[in-house]
């Protein structure tokens, strides 16, 4: 079994990706052994540089391939994947499955509470800038934002919160553009590092 694994998006090729392959049946040869118990692990595999990993030769039956561990940054694929490797005729002494999977890359969103300093009472419609603070990079060399880009435009709401879209992992720096009214402007800008949370 051959794994391609790439970035669900743009389809480069992702390192680090684990994947246990299991036998979805009780694996037997024609004589009738029992080689693989029905769930036990037959091998795991990691993909390299170019993002496939093959798997060591496994005899005939059905196996079922789940990612044990995503590429760092990515969101681990929880969904099981059938694999069946059947004979392919008595003059082949291997035969081949490729399986081609995708990582969906990890965001997560900005929110801001925007608060009277004196009262502590909420503020609507401030209105918020956020921009890429550095070049925004996925796990597969992909710059997303570049730096000094907006990415998002946030105003505040009746609660004095007001939250991004969701964005790609990265630092960030969020800048008030237009204050509540009757209120000040904040000129501080605010750094925000949006960190792997794990897969």
Do not use: C, M, W
């Not at 080689?35 to 170019?50: E, H, L």
């Not at 993002?51 to 561990?69: D, H, I, N, R």
């Not at 392919?88 to 009277?116: F, H, M, R, S, W």
């Not at 720096?173 to 204050?179: F, G, L, M, N, S």
């Amino acid at each position: 079994i051959t794994i391609k694994k790439t970035d669900g998006e743009t389809k480069k090729p992702l390192a680090g990706a684990v994947f246990n392959i299991v036998a979805a049946a009780n694996i037997k040869t024609a004589d009738g052994t029992v080689r693989a118990k029905a769930g036990s692990i037959v091998n795991t595999i990691t993909t390299g540089k170019d993002g496939t990993a093959k798997s060591k030769t496994l005899y005939l039956g059905k196996y079922t391939v789940k990612e044990k561990k995503a590429p760092a940054g990515y969101v681990l694929d929880t969904q099981p994947h059938s694999v069946t490797l059947s004979y392919g005729g008595q003059n082949a002494t291997l035969v081949g499955v490729q399986l081609p999977l995708g990582n969906i890359a990890q965001k997560a969103g900005i929110k801001i509470e925007k608060t009277d300093q004196e009262t502590g009472k909420p503020l609507t419609g401030a209105v918020f800038d956020i921009l890429a603070a550095e070049n925004i990079k996925t796990a597969d060399g992909t710059v997303r934002a570049k730096v000094g880009t907006l990415v998002d435009t946030i105003t505040t709401g009746a609660d004095g919160t007001a939250t991004s879209k969701l964005l790609y992992l990265g630092k960030y720096t969020v800048k008030e553009k237009t204050a509540p009214q009757g209120y000040v402007i904040s000129t501080k800008p605010y750094g925000v590092t949006l960190a792997y949370a794990g897969q």
